[in-house]
């Protein structure tokens, strides 16, 4: 099925526009709301209180896109024009109830699309209440589905599929995360600069991700036994038959076919386990170039920085040297050409 059969044309324009941002932020506090109450639907009296309250808070550094010939805009105004917006390009719908209200819902798709935007904002910038990066949570189920006989083969290894897939997503947006930060030593040469990415780097990464890791999400406490059970389930010639028989419909009620894709399966499973140790080996060695290589030329920086205080302090620290050595008059005739003094005989 293509995109675009279900996505409405417009649907984008609401992120291409001058005002991508503020519609963006409303659209993200407006659905936190909406979550959090009916399943119904939320009030449009409501929703544009909510969106009342964010500009209040949030002053607008521009307005939207004229609709009228309104010069002077109230927030309530704003919110009834975003609201529109919404409507317009088909994030929201407003439907009548029996009781002559107007409900707010917002479209499928659009709830992907919400979801897919929060988690890309988390990713790259982790509040204190996130957790960043789930690796314990995904490699912990596949581990309980395995030692849990609970009969639903096809169920459990359905699941134990999209968690390992879930958890190899969540590595190659940590790899890809350290690529960014990689790259942008090369991008940057002021200190402050460097000194605030290698800062990031610890808050975002190293706290969030990479040292769980290696220590509390470590998947070696797991693998062994992920590998051993789903080995064990592959050898069991009726288990592999009941999958067969599940996945009849999927191949076209071909038995011999759907017997291959389980048993592939089952080995893509275990090749990601099998792969792990070198795929986190990989995520090592980035993470050394990477403090390493910024630490360096943070360092470089210094000792090339031709600023003045760093020639002062050079300077300093020569005279100290030679004053210790008791060379105090050759520190003092060599630096004296550096200096024009002025002489007062009398000072008033």
């Not at 789903?230 to 419909?249: C, G, S, T, W």
Request: net charge negative; hydrophobic share 40%.
């Amino acid at each position: 099925m293509r995109v675009f059969d279900i996505i409405p044309n417009n649907f984008f324009n609401l992120l291409s526009s001058k005002n991508k941002s503020i519609y963006i932020n409303c659209l993200l506090e407006l659905f936190r709301v909406y979550e959090q109450g009916s399943i119904l639907g939320m009030d449009k009296n409501l929703a544009r209180q909510v969106l009342i309250d964010y500009l209040d808070i949030n002053p607008l550094d521009e307005e939207l896109e004229a609709e009228d010939l309104e010069t002077e805009l109230t927030n309530r105004d704003r919110a009834n024009q975003i609201l529109r917006r919404l409507e317009k390009t088909e994030w929201i719908d407003i439907d009548v109830n029996n009781n002559y209200e107007e409900i707010l819902n917002f479209r499928d798709y659009a709830i992907t699309i919400i979801e897919a935007l929060k988690d890309i904002a988390s990713d790259s910038y982790y509040d204190e209440d996130q957790e960043g990066h789930e690796f314990r949570g995904y490699i912990y189920t596949v581990y309980s589905l395995l030692n849990n006989d609970y009969g639903e083969y096809a169920m459990v290894l359905d699941q134990v599929y999209k968690n390992t897939i879930a958890f190899i997503r969540e590595i190659r947006k940590l790899d890809s995360r350290l690529k960014f930060y990689i790259k942008s030593i090369v991008d940057n040469s002021e200190i402050k600069d460097l000194i605030n990415l290698l800062v990031n780097y610890k808050v975002e990464l190293v706290d969030k991700a990479y040292r769980r890791l290696k220590t509390s999400d470590n998947i070696n406490k797991y693998r062994a036994d992920i590998v051993k059970k789903l080995e064990a389930m592959q050898e069991d010639k009726m288990v592999m038959e009941i999958l067969a028989k599940d996945h009849l419909i999927k191949n076209h009620n071909n038995y011999d076919l759907a017997m291959m894709k389980v048993n592939k399966k089952i080995d893509d499973i275990i090749d990601i386990y099998n792969s792990i140790s070198y795929i986190i080996d990989e995520i090592d060695e980035k993470n050394k170039v990477y403090v390493n290589t910024t630490i360096a030329k943070i360092k470089f920086l210094l000792s090339n920085d031709e600023n003045v205080i760093t020639k002062l302090t050079k300077i300093l620290r020569f005279t100290a040297e030679n004053i210790k050595d008791n060379k105090t008059n050759k520190a003092m005739g060599i630096i004296k050409p550096l200096f024009t003094l002025t002489t007062h005989q009398q000072i008033s």
